[in-house]
């Protein structure tokens, strides 16, 4: 299942290739505004088994991707 905007972790097929991975946090829509998700995050845009680029957004603490695109 692949879901993108979702505060639950999601199932993923595993990455092939690692391209880069950084550090980052994220914010959530708040009615009006953005407000900082408090969670620590890492972004992670790799090759999946079928060729395709993705982009991730997993919580550092859980160690749980939960944005996948």
Known sequence: MRK???SSAVDISAMQEIMLEFR?????????KFVPDSRK???????????LLHFQWLDRNLNAVEDVS
Not at 24 to 32: I, Q, S, Y
Request: proline content about 0%; charged content about 30%.
């Open 4 to 6: 993108m905007g979702s």
């Open 24 to 32: 980052a946090g994220k914010m959530v829509f708040d009615g009006k």
């Open 41 to 51: 995050g890492l972004v992670r845009i790799g090759r999946g088994d079928e060729g």
